[in-house]
């Protein structure tokens, strides 16, 4: 796993082709979604209309918003198994504990941000206080809330406040989806969080923790609020999750967990930190959504999906790594 | 570096190609076949596999070859997914969709917009709670507490037992148990002293029972939900001992229950459980509403419970279920094979490759179902969404207690 | 410069205080084998507590046989973690090595001789394939395997379209199920394979170069250490091993199904990471991850036993697995070691 990055502040440089930024950051994932959908308009005429559009927002919310999350731990140089954990404990909290009317959505947020938070605050405290490494920490705490999960809700059931299951899957002026404005606002937040020392740090501490101890950031304080970060947005994400399918799945947290990785890597953030972002490695969970209804559009047997995603999943990163190093070598 | 630039640019669009090239037949209308989806969560175990053999089967079987087009998706454990195959099934105008959908309620806002464009949805052995959708499944018939009661007689009301249970937070597992428990907590006779998942598989059935037997050497039954025949096997491998038993319909099981020798050690009990013949009466049943046979308004309905003592284990000699045989050899399938995948009443035109393989049998035709469908008990949450569970909602009808609690 | 930190508290190394010239002689490996294996005893023992039928001969046996598969499993993920990457397509691997050992060969086959290597072979070419992508495309370990994982394992739903058949080889029966010397045949073939491979870790000359490539590529390289070959090998080894498992697991259970590799992928990794490997490669042995796949199949039958509620056994399972990476840390070697001085 070794990488050529040294010194912190030459992985932030502002790179002077526009062309090779544009490629090295969200392009080439945002290029590979608009082909892909044109791809996908062409096969199915009907994904054009405003219901279409916002079904696949609302599909695709749970998974942007967990890959979103995963990113930034990725981004510090760690994983973070514990989504999946987070998730299924917010989907079953809302739906046993249903609040109605949007005052009691506005508490369901703010539990789902808590419960996120809280599994963030221990993740954190794991790794970066006590030093475990984040993929056995994060196991484990994984293990733990998924008990928590099924304590609170054996079998499926319950019920998410019919508030949500509307609002949140619905569309205002009936064209833009809330589920996308969800998503922008957590890009808008992140885009503003990268610019700020915080931001910078966790690319630094990814980049070179040593490095970057010795120019003076806090690695353990800012390790720590990534992971606390990270699970708020897990709670988001299992918010989402609520509002979509309207019931409580106490395993509803267990798929997300693989395809955050596969979102993240597919939006070109690698896995040896230091790079990457948050906004394309939601583009790339869009992409994966979208995959499972071009692969369909386009008759693959049913049988023979798993190896086109796979394929595809290693030319993306293939791929952008090459660009990667075009603008690294220049 | 630039070459290969050149080569993954030009892979990609080559992938890209390829996916918009083939068979371009989603939009292909043709006006006389009927759009049929079959799609399926799970997938890659015998039981699934199948249940979806027998629905290829039946649309390749006349008249059915020349007025459907079946087309099978696999979407994975994610709701998220099975959810975005309905929409673009629904997208692509489908007239009906055969389904073991993933989630009792996670689905119901897609199917009901499927439903309003005039899609039929058949629900098979997994049940949906959304009212204009038509559940076929065998979940109310009360496995769970048939079975139960039927070791309970085999016990006489006296001794442990394992619970061999199925998949953690699945509905299905927790009415099958629930029914169980009931009857075995009238009983003070009767001891849960293990309690695990085995995930419907074989082999977890086996590792799970051999951890629970080496801290209860001495049990004297189980209730098993499917898996069981590595029940059988955990036992064989610690102390070739064998006790009553009441599992699901696998080959490996019903030939055991069979067997003089297993017998000899100590084996007897029922094979019932879950039949993948579910989806081959649902198949039919859609088929038969779209082509005007038959009128039926969105319901649930119950396809009767399998119940074979080991007295009436009878191995078969052809490849479809006459004389009252009910499982087939080793020769023909595997231990894990499903048996409860024909049935002569309901499915007379398949038979045992058709399971096996997805092929129709060459020179058969559909036949029509018999006219009455049983109507299935309200199981709130599974199959309904606001509604009461009947009062006799546990009420045994496969046996009888010959043991008084 | 080169980033050599694999871990930031050796910046408190250097505020170190105390002669820890005696306690440094045993190497911190040695140590945190120790601890994972005093562990292990532990929880056998306390299981008593709970149910006097365990802590027996009866239930070690068990434990050994059960945990045969992943002992096996964390050997050649070690080796993958060991070199720096992750093998996440051991799923998939397990179930080829079971399909094809099931498909190909069945019972009472007079070909099996050769036919079960063959099947190693080819789940060895799998192994081959995700280190090409490693190495050559440059694609992280995690995202290669993983994608490698989603195609053999749509690869083998189309094979067997859905409906594995065939039944187990009569010696991966004779495997599982045998006798040697009054001994059950797994556990005797497992003690052979952990000796096997702890020589090969900690003693070959194959061992060192990995460790070296671990820790630091460009210095092994320039060590004259044969890289690329070795780091093809992690991955082709973890390939065999997973496909080997497949083989047996299918002479325990008699049949294969495709999905019978889903659980060991995690319990590998938590294995080989508790036993002491950092995830970053260039530490751990595999004693340590032998120590851990023991531990986690122990507690597993522990668990199984409890009476309480599914929810609340995991809670407790993941709490055990939390406080034995409490217990394995770094810091608290380090603290010990200038307590004893």
Known sequence: MSTVQSDPSTMIRSNENPLIRFATGAGLIVLTYVVLYALHAFQQPRALTSYSIAALFNNTAPLALAAAGQAIIVISRGFDLSVAGVISICNVTLAVYPMDGPGGAMASVAMCLAIGGSVGLVNGYLVAVLKLQSIAATLATMIICQGIALVILKAPGGAVSEWIVYEMTDRIFSVIPVSGLVLGGVVLIWLALKRTSFGISIYAIGADETSAALSGINVTRVRFLAHVLAGCTYGLAGFMLSAQTATGNPTSGTPLLMLSFAAVALGGTALTGGRGGVFASIVGAATLILLQKVLFSSGVSSFYTGMFQGSILILAVVFSSLLARLGDTK | MRKKIIKSTAAVLALSAIAAGIPGLASAQDGKKFKVFLSLSYSGNAWQSEAANIVKALAQTAPYDEMVELREVISGTDPQAQISAYESMIDEGADAIISFPISSTALNRTIKRGCDEGVLFFMYDATVTESCAYNVSYLSSGFGENSAQALVNALEGNGKIFLSRGVPGNSVDQRHTDGALHIFNQYPGIEVVAEYYSYWDDRTTQQETAKALTANPDVDGIWAQAGEYGAIQALLDAGDRLVPMTGENSAGFRLALADPDMQAKGLTGVSAGSPPAQSGYAFKLAMEILTGQRELEPMNIEYPLPWVPADAVKVCEGDVYEDGCNVFPPEMVPSSFVSEVLNTDLLPEVNVESALNGTPVPGATIQPLPAEVTEAANLPGINCGSCEAPENLYELTKVEATVQP | ?341
Not at chain 3, 127 to 154: C, D, E, K, N, Q
Not at chain 3, 192 to 210: A, D, E, K, M
Not at chain 3, 305 to 319: A, N
């Open chain 3, 1 to 341: 410069m080169k980033s050599t930190s694999k871990s930031s508290s050796q910046e408190h190394n250097l505020a170190q205080t105390g002669d820890t010239r005696v306690s440094a002689k045993i190497s911190r490996e040695t140590i945190s084998t120790l601890s994972v294996a005093i562990l292990c005893l532990v929880l056998l023992f306390s299981a008593r507590l709970i149910n006097p039928a365990l802590g027996s001969w009866s239930q070690i046996e068990t434990v050994l046989v059960l945990g045969f598969f992943l002992v096996v499993l964390s050997f050649g993920q070690g080796l993958v973690i060991l070199t720096g990457g992750l093998d996440l397509s051991l799923p998939a691997t397990i179930t080829l090595g079971g399909i094809l050992a099931t498909n190909w060969i069945g019972a009472g086959n007079p070909d099996e001789w050769y036919l079960l290597p063959a099947v190693l072979a080819v789940c060895g070419l799998v192994g081959l394939a995700s280190a090409i992508g490693v190495i050559w495309l440059r694609v992280p370990p995690f995202i290669m395997t993983m994608a490698t994982s989603i195609i053999v394992a749509s690869a083998l739903l189309g094979y067997t379209r859905g409906t594995p058949r065939g039944t187990a080889p009569d010696m991966a029966v004779a495997l599982m199920k045998g006798d040697i010397l009054g001994v059950p045949a797994p556990i005797v073939v497992l003690i052979i394979f952990v000796i096997v491979g702890w020589l090969f870790q900690s003693r070959s000359v194959y061992g060192r170069y990995l460790y070296a490539i671990g820790t630091n590529i460009e210095a092994a390289r320039n060590a004259a250490v044969p890289v690329t070959a070795m780091r093809i090998l992690p991955y082709v080894l973890s390939a065999i091993c997973a496909g080997f498992v497949g083989i047996a697991l299918v002479g325990y259970s008699s049949g294969a199904t495709l999905r019978m590799g889903d659980d060991y992928l995690l319990p590998s990794i938590a294995s080989v990471v508790i036993g002491g490997s950092l995830i970053l490669g260039g530490r751990g042995t595999f004693l340590g991850s032998v120590g851990g796949a023991l531990l986690l199949t122990i507690l597993g039958t522990i668990i199984a036993t409890l009476g309480l509620e599914f929810g609340f056994r995991t809670i407790i399972e993941g709490s055990i697995i939390l406080i034995a990476l409490l217990l394995l840390r770094e810091e608290l070697f380090q603290k010990l070691r200038s307590l004893k001085s």
